[in-house]
């Protein structure tokens, strides 16, 4: 078994946008896979998590499937880290909260705006929705936080460099912030 | 003699009659504060203020300052203290800061920056509030009110119209517009009222001037708040 530290990383009810930020570490991504491999992750395409060190977690829980990757993680990683302002607060995609869910799909699939044969997808391989999209500490327990929208890729690097390096991570107060 | 009270165990001058608020400001000393404002009359209600006066917990902008007190301010257990007040504030509202214009410039946003907020540790409430885009040139959005009561405030004592109160009770309470219909757009509120730009979150907005300052140049991105007194 390799020694490197193993990283899973997923996006539940995010956009990608932190993963992007994440692989604007640009040329330091060749430094950080000499210390990590990457396990679950859009990075790999596996598709099951298998036990890892550290868990990245890109947005927020809205739907059934969301919430069985999301315990897997937990169950998988011993870190997880909330990843970005919709893993931490739901974000933009928990505006719908302020909707009941039926008037949200009827918006979109029936009287959204050149919609063609109208109709709501309802075929049983899709997630069922929540009523509501919650952030991802309302279902786990989260021993880390990265805000922004998305985080910085410096602060993916000096979270991660810091975590590696067996330092308990700190993000200085230029790279906090929430947006 | 003057008189002085200590702050961390600095010592702080005084002038009778003022709060402890006031004596820390005038000597340069940053006490984490939204609803106080030097221009207004103290509403002590967001409670981030509290620091320990001789062993008790006292909010800093209506506890007037006496002779030989010993206030403790920037101690770990205040700050986790203020920490959790401001989180409940981040969940009883819909602060959604990357959709939000006042972002940036948000005393609300950097406060949470100064307390090394990183999360909501609450689960959040999602409330619905209503938003009053009636008004030409103002934009009211509830979900990011803080009742501060400084819009209040300054309406009543600035700008003599009294067109806000807060009305109702837990997560019910709300802002009121004093007008026919309850919106702004028959208020007589207008766009150079005191009122119109001391709301420290962005509840009460001037229009179309939203995003005119990039990213990396608004107020609260290059400095802390704490740097920002004589602002506040």
Known sequence: ?179 | MEQHITIDGVIVPFKPGETIMQAASAANIYIPHLCHHPEFKPHGSCKLCTVNVNGRNCSACTFPAEFGQQVLNQTDELNKLRLRIIQMLFVEGNHLCPACEKSGNCKLQATAYQLGMLDSHFPHFYKAHEVDSSHPDLMLDRNRCIFCTLCVRASRDVDGKEIFEISGRGINKHLVVNSPSGKLHDSGMEMDDRAADICPTGALLVKRQGFSVPIGKRTFDNHEISEDLDEQ
């Not at chain 1, 390799?2 to 430094?31: N, P, Q, W, Y």
């Not at chain 1, 391989?125 to 990265?146: A, G, K, R, T």
């Open chain 1, 1 to 179: 078994m390799s020694s490197k530290i193993r990283v899973a990383t997923t996006s539940l009810a995010g956009c990608f946008g932190c993963h992007m930020s994440f692989l604007d570490i640009d040329e330091r991504f060749a430094d950080l896979v000499e210390l990590v491999e990457f396990n679950r992750s859009p990075i790999t395409d596996i598709k099951e998590c298998a036990e890892s060190d550290i868990g990245l977690v890109e947005g927020g829980v809205c739907n059934a499937e969301n919430v069985h990757v999301l315990r897997e993680f937990r169950n998988k990683c011993k870190i997880l880290v909330a990843v970005g302002a919709c893993a931490i607060n739901g974000g933009l995609p928990a505006m719908r909260n302020h909707l009941p869910l039926q008037a949200c799909l009827d918006a979109v699939y029936l009287d959204g705006t050149g919609v063609t044969n109208p109709q709501i997808p309802n075929d049983p391989e899709l997630p069922l929705l929540l009523e509501q999209v919650h952030p991802i500490h309302e279902i786990v327990n989260i021993d880390y936080s990265l805000p922004g929208c998305p985080p910085s890729a410096d602060v993916f690097w000096k979270f991660l460099t810091d975590l590696i390096a067996g330092r308990e991570p700190t993000l200085p107060a230029e790279l906090v912030h929430y947006d």
